[in-house]
């Protein structure tokens, strides 16, 4: 049973940087697809981004797309999402998961489809 692990969370001002992690345990990531997902309070679990490893292929939201990038390090067993020009919208929990499968579905931003998840971390954007 693979069990991820986030990291990189904080308190970051408008326009700045931060990179999240998602590290693995149990298992290696190699044919795992994996997700990243964002809750902010009092709003639902919503998808950001998707990396599949049969072929690296990558997906965004919109409300993030040439902002965000998500790359994965399989010999590292670490997946990254790197966030440029934060916004206080952008503030919330993410959560990276990942579908027990190789691929991102057509549905990825959709949390039903997700089968192990990590425990969170906090992303606040603020002056």
């Known amino acids: 049973q693979v069990q991820l692990v986030e990291s990189g969370g904080g308190l970051v001002q408008p326009g700045g940087s931060l990179r999240l992690s998602c590290a693995a345990s149990?298992?290696?990531?190699?044919?795992?697809?994996i997700g990243w997902f964002r809750q902010a309070p009092g709003k639902e679990r919503e998808g950001v981004s998707c990396i599949s490893d049969s072929d690296g292929s990558t997906y965004y939201a919109d409300s993030v797309k040439g902002r965000f990038t998500i790359s994965r390090d399989n010999a590292k067993n670490t997946v990254y999402l790197q966030m440029n020009s934060l916004k206080p919208e952008d503030t919330a929990v993410y959560y990276c998961a990942t579908p027990h499968s190789s691929v991102c579905s057509g549905s990825w931003h959709y949390t039903s489809g997700y089968e192990y998840w990590g425990q969170g971390t906090q992303v606040t954007v603020s002056s």
């Open positions: 149990g298992s290696t990531l190699d044919y795992y697809a």
